[in-house]
């Protein structure tokens, strides 16, 4: 128990070896030394909750958030001292921001809670007591043997003892892993694949030594020892033996296994990393505005305590007769007095922070990003896959991005490869109707026409066939006869899976031309050659990895020889070579490469029998090695992978995406600057930027290769920062690689980045994963501090992807590792465009002016309070009744922005598509910078002293007090009391924000005029229902009858008219004049649209030339009654599926370059 409790609290971990032993079926040993390793349970939880913590840790986690806890000390301000408003004034709004986050976060947690459920109550088949038993996935505890059919999720890792194959072979795919479809083969060891059946399974004796749980997919280090009679066998278990929890059985009527990891501790559930928390540039804004106005509530509080004390420094007002001291009040410390003051004053003004803020802001991200997976543009029907939104948080961050990292295989191009050419024995080849035809001859030709292959070119596709992880379908591997086989040796109706698009685009190549891999049977590799069967029995196969960059198999042909066939990177193969057509490959690798062809060599070597015992029994001993089992394999490689004959290399074609090209550019036009980082070759890596745009054909081309040294690479940083000075008139590109690269990264950083700026377009080839990111992290950091987007498909991104700003994973071939960690998912780079262009700028637009607005509507609600009290001696009485403080924010005037903010689209989508130049207006934070921030605030203080003193010199003059605080006119009607006066500023104040809002609307919606001019109805209904009613429960009735008095009198109604149009008719006249006199290119578009003929932009202050601001009214009202013109295009009635529009016609402006065709 104590054990246990040092567990939960951290001091004691469960793993205190590198090694977890596990002991087959729970057969522990009978020694009473033995004491059992405590493992997870086999329970899934992806919940955040339970029903026991839900409220105090959704409580810590809100109440972390500044505004949050700002107002709750507010809230127990106004609890513990007596203060000028009620604490429902500060608590109700809390209370709901509060509520409403814990409900939605509830929500979202129960649902997890609920996929737990199904995923640990799903049946399972577990062997125990020598027969199968049904249990639930959450019993199965690690040791117990399962077994899985068909078609079945495996619900734990396991380690695969038998299938119903001989061999002990099953198929599986990872697509819910690492969303791979092909199929993946993994095998049993010889001793266990013969126990097909429960009985034999129950003899079993074994123990397996395995690594403890780690997150990466790809790797298990372990071995399995078995009793066998007297004698006990080691045999080394890795990746390929382990079936991942989250994988599906196919092909394969059943399997065995045993559980090593389970629950939590299985590699899909330690691959549910959080990823960092990523804070778009508006909220970093957001959080310097509010500690803005807290100092100005902070000077507010402070200038009002001691202007306060400053009065009172007169006797008859520090004790007037209406307003008498106690004893004990006047014998409390000036201090406190005074702290108490600035506490009462603080409370009075906190409402200038808007606590709504967030949750609004959270509610138009949450519901904003629905958008873009509505979206049926971002639609790819022939995958049928739609957007993805991973993060709604970056949604704004979309319209701010300066620079674009993007992969280049998978994301620019198809990845889907097409054999084109091939060196053998240094001859170049090309594939013509299913014949190899030597470059310069046709098939046509006398000596293109063979029916037979030359030695050379057999062994070479013999390699090709074998050097592989290529498998057939078992379906097809039963089926495969003679009858299968044309005249010229090809065989038809196989269909090849393979986790790389390069392995399988040549193994069908090899089919194509006569020799052919037929498949597997046991430990052989069968395959035919023109028609005749041979068989290989694979003995060794030396797996791919990143470091060595090739792959090899050691085979025993018919003839008993042993062969190794290997197939990599040519700069992993060459070197290793002493023999075949080496400089001549060399020249048709760099051939293959400039026409931007994917090149692989391939290599063989011949073993002795001496060779092979002693190569075989290193490799046995790296095998079964628990430690540093990585590092004996890489060593062993080498030794094995030397001394190779050169066989000739191979081309293989991955053709670009549709619209690459117009993507590009349209970027570009929009001030993107575009890096492509791959890992190809220099040669192919070019070729390919060529084609897609990416570099020009009149840009200067710079390079940075090669380069081994320091003092090199600097020079020719130098050699490049000169000559980008002397040609600054034409465009640059920099090509620069993986080694060279570090060297510059190293030492010459600033020179670097230097170079760097002043090209148009930046290729990196030959880079390794973390050097990606470290390429974003160089740009993330630099002086500018630009937003950067890294886009790409496969696992080798994940790291650029989690780097950048926004991370956007393509949803292709090479996995969904891409996908699971980005923040967005497209299933095409052409899509990319839009995202940026279009949903990127109109989500910027949208909640750079709600936070705006926010400020501005929170400015002009709580200055006439501070003004007020000018007026009251600062006795801190409040100028609103407490149910209009509350209300304000959430219910009077919270629905129109929140529409605004969904639904605004201030350009129709198809300019900004077209007119990506648009995209540069927003860059930087523009719309958030100091000047409008100034803007909007200046706006908000000139508009509360309007509502103020407008009210103030309107209906105040020839009045008399009384002692019941009601003002008469000399008629002895009463008229003007404190609460009509405050009243009359809240209405002015509640009609003038809303119209506000519908001034800066460009696009209405029957939705945003509902709530628009449904949130003034409602406002007067309810002070009409609230003051109308005496209510019981209120030990004040202050408000009795107000509101009724109030618009009873025509003068309270011509002054509601003509402070309204006082605050806006400024306003008005300075968006008309900027529009005309010196309008932004997003102005000039506005009025191209209208002219146009699409009519869209249906705003009181957006009117086109030639036409009056009266027929912009006219036209609007007509809208708002319903009677538009049928022969104009309505934008209302496109406003459910304008991101969905097709192609039209638009006016460019003189001065912008030319759009792209969309």
């Given at each position: ?537 694979l003995l060794h196969v030396l797996e791919f990895d990143p470091n060595r960059r090739r792959m090899s198999v050691i085979v025993e ?391 103020f003193y407008g009210s103030y010199l309107l209906m105040g003059e020839d009045t008399s007090l009384l002692g019941n605080g009601q ?113 932004t290119s997003t102005e000039k578009a506005q009025l191209t649209e209208t002219g146009s003929g699409i009519n869209c932009l249906d ?60």
């Amino acid at each position: 128990m104590l054990r246990w409790i040092r567990q939960q609290l951290g001091f004691d971990p469960p793993h205190q070896s590198d090694t977890r032993t596990i002991y087959i079926a729970n057969r522990f040993p009978q020694n009473g030394h033995y004491i059992p390793q405590k493992f997870a349970e086999n329970r899934i939880i992806s919940s955040k909750y339970t029903v026991w913590n839900f409220i105090p840790k959704n409580l810590f986690e809100q109440f972390r958030r500044v505004a949050n806890f700002y107002f709750l000390i507010i809230f127990l301000v106004q609890l513990m001292i007596d203060t000028p408003t009620s604490p429902i004034t500060s608590g109700l709004p809390l209370f709901f921001v509060i509520t409403v986050t814990a409900i939605k976060q509830g929500y979202e947690d129960w649902l997890r809670h609920k996929a737990d459920n199904e995923v640990n109550g799903a049946p399972v088949y577990v062997v125990r007591s020598g027969g199968l038993v049904k249990t639930r996935s959450k019993n199965i505890r690690v040791g117990d043997i399962v077994r899985v059919a068909k078609d079945e999720t495996f619900p734990v890792d396991l380690v695969l003892l038998s299938s119903d194959r001989v061999d002990g072979s099953c198929h599986v795919t990872t697509a819910s892993l690492d969303g791979e479809t092909n199929l993946k083969t993994h095998v049993a060891v010889p001793e266990t694949a013969v126990l097909q059946s429960v009985a034999n399974l129950d003899t079993l004796v074994a123990v397996i030594e395995c690594q403890q749980p780690e997150a990466d997919l790809y790797r298990f280090v372990g071995r399995i020892t078995i009793s066998h009679q007297i004698e006990e066998i080691v045999r080394p278990l890795g990746p390929e033996s382990l079936l991942l929890r989250g994988a599906r059985l196919k092909n394969t009527k059943e399997i065995f296994g045993v559980a090593v990891y389970t629950g939590m501790e299985t590699k899909m559930a330690l691959n549910y990393k959080s990823k960092s928390q990523k804070r778009s540039a508006v909220e970093k804004s957001m959080n310097s505005f509010l500690i803005i106005y807290l100092i100005i509530l902070l000077f507010e509080a402070v200038l009002s305590t001691i202007l306060k004390y400053a009065w009172q420094a007169e006797e008859k007002w520090d004790e007037p007769w209406y307003d008498q001291k106690t004893e004990h009040e006047r014998n409390s410390s000036k201090i406190l007095r005074f702290i108490s003051d600035f506490l009462a004053f603080l409370v009075l003004y906190n409402f200038i922070i808007p606590i709504s803020l967030y949750v609004t802001v959270e509610m138009q991200k949450f519901l904003g990003s629905f958008f873009i997976g509505w979206d049926l543009d971002l639609y790819h029907e022939e995958t049928n896959q739609r957007a993805q939104v991973n993060t709604s948080d970056l949604n704004e961050e979309l319209g701010q991005v300066e620079y674009v990292f993007t992969d280049k295989t998978g994301t620019l191009t198809e990845n889907e490869m097409q054999f084109r050419e091939c060196s053998i024995n240094g001859i170049k080849y090309q594939e013509i109707n299913g014949k190899l035809v030597p470059e310069g001859l046709t098939e046509d030709s006398p000596d293109g026409i063979r029916l037979s292959l030359m030695k050379e070119e057999e062994l070479f596709l013999k390699a090709v066939c074998l050097c592989h992880t290529v498998h057939i379908s078992a379906d097809q591997t039963d089926g495969i006869g003679d009858g299968h086989w044309r005249a010229n040796g090809i065989v038809s109706q196989l269909e090849y899976y393979a986790s790389s698009p390069d392995e399988k685009a040549l193994v069908e190549a090899a089919s194509r031309v006569g020799v052919v891999f037929t498949g597997t049977n046991g430990e052989g590799m069968e395959v035919k050659s023109l028609g005749k069967p041979e068989r290989f029995k694979l003995l060794h196969v030396l797996e791919f990895d990143p470091n060595r960059r090739r792959m090899s198999v050691i085979v025993e042909s018919p003839s008993g020889e042993k062969l190794l066939f290997t197939k990599g990177a040519e700069s992993s193969i060459l070197p290793h070579s002493r023999g075949g057509e080496i400089d001549k490959t060399r020249i048709h690798v760099d051939e293959f490469a400039l026409k931007g062809l994917r090149t692989l060599c391939v290599a063989y070597r011949r073993f002795t029998a001496e060779e092979y015992q002693e190569i075989d029994r290193r490799l046995h001993e790296a095998r079964t090695a628990l430690q540093q089992r990585e590092e004996r394999l890489a060593d062993v490689f080498n030794f094995i992978e030397k001394d190779l004959e050169l066989l000739g290399a191979t081309g293989v074609e991955d053709k670009l995406q549709d619209k690459v090209q117009e993507t590009i550019e349209a970027l570009r036009l929009a001030g993107i600057k575009v890096w492509v980082l791959t890992g190809d070759k220099h040669e192919t890596a070019v070729s390919v930027s060529l084609s897609c745009g990416h570099f020009h054909r009149t840009m200067n081309i710079l390079e940075l290769v090669q380069h081994k040294s320091d003092s090199t690479c600097a020079e020719q940083l130098r050699q490049l920062a000169r000559r980008i000075k002397d040609d600054h008139v034409i465009q640059h590109g920099l090509v620069v690689d993986g080694t060279s690269l570090s060297l510059a990264l190293r030492e010459h950083e600033k020179l670097f980045m230097e170079v760097c700026r002043n090209c148009s377009a930046v290729l990196c080839c030959r880079m390794a994963p973390l050097q990606k990111a470290k390429v974003v992290r160089l740009l993330k950091t630099s002086p500018e501090k630009p937003i950067t987007l890294a886009i790409g498909d496969g696992a080798n991104d994940v790291s650029m992807i989690q780097e950048a700003h926004v991370g956007i994973g393509i949803m292709g071939k090479e996995g969904r590792q891409a996908v699971r960690n980005s923040d967005y998912a497209i299933a095409r780079f052409k899509f990319l465009s839009k995202l940026l262009l279009v949903h990127g700028h109109f989500y910027y637009i949208r909640i750079a002016t709600l936070v705006q607005y926010f400020f501005y509507k929170n400015v002009c609600f709580i200055t006439p309070q501070f003004l007020y009290q000018f007026f009251c001696l600062f006795s801190q009485q409040t100028l609103y009744d407490s149910v209009y403080l509350t209300l304000y924010n959430i219910s009077f005037t919270s629905l129109p922005i929140l529409m605004y903010s969904l639904f605004e689209q201030h350009v129709h989508p198809h300019v900004l598509q077209s007119k990506p130049t648009l995209y540069r207006d927003i860059r930087k934070n523009a719309l958030l910078g100091f000047k409008p921030f100034l803007y909007w605030t200046i706006l908000g203080f000139s508009h509360a002293f309007v509502f103020f003193y407008g009210s103030y010199l309107l209906m105040g003059e020839d009045t008399s007090l009384l002692g019941n605080g009601q003002i008469l006119k000399p008629n002895r009607q009463m008229m003007f009391g404190n609460w009509t006066f405050g009243t009359l500023v809240f209405t002015v104040m509640v009609i003038t924000v809303t119209v506000k809002m519908a001034l800066e609307t460009h696009f209405w919606t029957w939705i945003n005029h509902f709530v628009t001019w449904g949130s003034i109805v409602f406002y007067f209904l309810f002070s009409l229902f609230y003051g109308g009613i005496i209510w019981p429960f209120l030990h004040t009735q202050d408000m009795y009858f107000v509101f009724v008095q109030l618009l009873s009198s025509g003068s309270v109604w011509f002054a509601i008219i003509i402070i309204v149009v006082t605050c806006l008719f400024l306003d008005v006249v300075k968006k008309v004049l900027c529009r005309h006199l010196q309008p932004t290119s997003t102005e000039k578009a506005q009025l191209t649209e209208t002219g146009s003929g699409i009519n869209c932009l249906d705003s009181m202050c957006c009117f086109s030339d030639g036409e009056t601001a009266c027929a912009s009214v006219r036209r609007m009202l007509e809208r708002l009654m319903g009677r538009c013109s049928p022969t104009r295009v309505s934008r209302c009635g496109i406003s459910l599926n304008s991101l969905c529009c097709r192609r039209f016609s638009y006016k460019l402006e003189p001065d912008e370059p030319a759009a792209i065709d969309v």
